[in-house]
C-alpha cells in the first residue's frame, strides 16, 4: 500500500463550480498537510498547509483533515479555468528530526474547469 | 515565482553520461531538498541539505549524489545515466530544518536521457 493514494482523475467541472479533491495516507506519524498547484511544465505552488486536524480557509479555498480517517481534502469554490492545473496532496511528519522533514506527495489529480 | 532558482531549465544527453544539475535557494533559506518527478512514480524525496549538511536521505541511486555549498546553492550529479532516469528535477528550499510546510519549489530541469 502507499503511503499517500490520490485518484487521478482527470476531473472536469462547469466554470462556479465546487471541487473535491481528497487523498489518503496510511502512515499515522504525517503531521503537516499541504496542498500544493501545479500547472503544466511549472514547479508545485504552496496553496493550503494545515497541521493535524481541522479545516483552514482562505479565499475560495478550504483544507480538510481527518487524521482519525486518514483522510484530507481541499475544496474549491466558485471554480475558474484558471484553476485548471495538477492538485499535489503532501504530508510530513513532526519535528523530530530523521527524514520527517521530507514531504510524501500523492499523484496529483488533474483538473480542468471549463469556461 | 517563488525565488528558487534552476539551471538548466531543459537537458538532453545520451546513456551513461554524468550530468550536474544547480539550484539556489530563496533568499535567507537553509534548507534544499531535491525530489524526482515521473509519471508513473509522482513526486518523489530525493535528498535534504540543511546549511550545507546532508540531513535525510529518499529514494536516491547510488549513481546520485548531491552537495551544498557554503554560499548554499546546491548541485544534484547524476551519472551513468539510464533511459528511466528521464524526469522532471525539482529543487525546493525552506528557510529552516524542519520545512515541512513552507517548502518553495523552482521551476525544475527536465532531464531526457535519449
Known amino acids: 500500500q502507499k503511503e499517500v493514494e490520490q485518484d487521478p482523475g482527470p476531473l472536469s467541472v462547469p466554470e462556479g463550480a465546487i471541487v473535491s479533491l481528497n487523498c489518503t495516507y496510511s502512515n499515522s506519524a504525517f503531521q503537516y498537510f499541504m496542498w500544493y498547484r501545479q500547472y503544466s511544465r511549472k514547479g508545485p505552488e504552496l496553496l493550503m498547509y494545515t497541521y493535524s486536524s481541522g479545516n483552514k480557509e482562505d479565499g475560495r479555498f478550504t483544507a480538510q483533515v481527518d487524521k482519525s480517517s486518514k483522510y484530507i481534502s481541499l475544496f474549491i469554490r466558485d471554480s475558474q479555468p484558471s484553476d485548471s492545473a495538477t492538485y499535489l496532496c503532501?504530508?510530513?511528519?513532526?519535528?523530530?528530526?530523521?527524514?520527517?522533514?521530507?514531504?510524501?506527495f500523492g499523484k496529483g489529480t488533474l483538473l480542468t474547469v471549463n469556461p | 515565482d517563488s525565488g528558487v532558482t534552476q539551471t538548466p531549465k531543459h537537458l538532453i544527453t545520451a546513456t551513461g553520461q554524468r550530468v550536474t544539475l544547480r539550484c539556489s535557494p530563496r533568499s535567507g533559506d537553509l534548507s534544499v531538498y531535491w525530489y524526482q518527478q515521473s509519471l508513473d512514480q509522482g513526486l518523489q524525496f530525493l535528498i535534504q541539505y540543511y546549511n550545507g549538511e546532508e540531513r535525510a536521505k529518499g529514494n536516491i541511486l547510488e549513481r546520485f549524489s548531491a552537495q551544498q555549498f557554503p554560499d548554499l546553492h546546491s548541485e544534484l550529479n547524476l551519472s551513468s545515466l539510464e533511459l528511466g532516469d528521464s524526469a522532471l528535477y525539482f529543487c525546493a528550499s525552506s528557510v529552516d530544518l524542519t520545512g515541512g510546510r513552507t517548502q518553495y519549489f523552482g521551476p525544475g530541469t527536465r532531464l531526457t536521457v535519449l
Open positions: 503532501a504530508m510530513s511528519g513532526g519535528d523530530s528530526g530523521g527524514s520527517n522533514y521530507k514531504l510524501t
